[in-house]
């Protein structure tokens, strides 16, 4: 059974830095694509990043190009999303997905398994 587990969220001051992880469980990550997703109220969900499961390639939207990084610790079976120069419309719920297939999309039709979220507060 996949389980993800997200962690990490909470409030930060605009500038600063948070960084989410997604414990992973129940499945070879060689496999699969792993994203985080993040949707703030009133908005569509959007992604924001995504790694190949097989070679770790990471994409990224230009939204957070730059600014946000995704890794992995393949021993723990955790993603990890590093948050820098945060701003507040980054302020949303973050959801971890995953998928199996090695093809990155931000459609979060294509991903079969979800993590509870994490809240990410950017504010003053």
């Known amino acids: 059974q996949v389980h993800l587990v997200e962690s990490g969220g909470g409030l930060v001051q605009p500038g600063g830095s948070l960084r989410l992880s997604c414990a992973a469980s129940?499945?070879?990550?060689?496999?699969?694509?792993v994203a985080w997703f993040r949707q703030a109220p009133g908005k569509e969900r959007e992604g924001v990043s995504c790694?190949?499961?097989?070679?770790?390639?990471?994409y990224y939207p230009d939204s957070v190009k730059g600014r946000f990084t995704l890794s992995r610790d393949s021993a723990k079976n955790t993603v990890y999303l590093q948050m820098n120069s945060l701003k507040p419309e980054d302020t949303a719920v973050y959801y971890c997905?995953?998928?199996?297939?090695?093809?990155?999309?931000?459609?979060?039709?294509?991903?079969?398994?979800w993590g509870q979220g994490t809240q990410v507060t950017v504010s003053s």
């Open positions: 997905a995953t998928k199996r297939s090695l093809s990155c999309t931000f459609s979060g039709n294509y991903y079969n398994y």
């Open positions: 129940g499945f070879t990550p060689d496999y699969y694509t």
């Open positions: 790694m190949r499961g097989n070679d770790g390639s990471t």
